[in-house]
């Protein structure tokens, strides 16, 4: 599949892009979780308002679409 002279370069620059990608996501996650614990009972409240209007809105896009499927047969298709 791949000629021996390309496996050679590839795996060190796959496995340090996996390492440096790791380490982001690592990073990432760790500076989320200490977000949400310097979040106060307030901004909790509110942060679960939002996910909760989120939920609703995507039901009814969710309809929509469905409505649409019945009704408009290929409009994903011709809308692009």
């Not at 500076?31 to 009814?60: C, N, P, Y």
């Amino acid at each position: 599949m791949f000629r021996p002279e390309v496996l050679v370069f590839m795996i060190p620059i796959v496995a340090i892009v996996m390492g440096i990608g790791s380490a982001m996501l690592k990073t990432y996650y760790q500076h989320k979780e200490k977000m949400v614990h310097h979040m106060s009972g307030d901004q909790m409240a509110e942060l679960d308002q939002m996910s909760k209007i989120a939920d609703t809105l995507d039901q009814r896009v969710a309809v929509l679409e469905s409505i649409l499927d019945d009704e408009v047969p290929n409009w994903r298709q011709k809308n692009g």
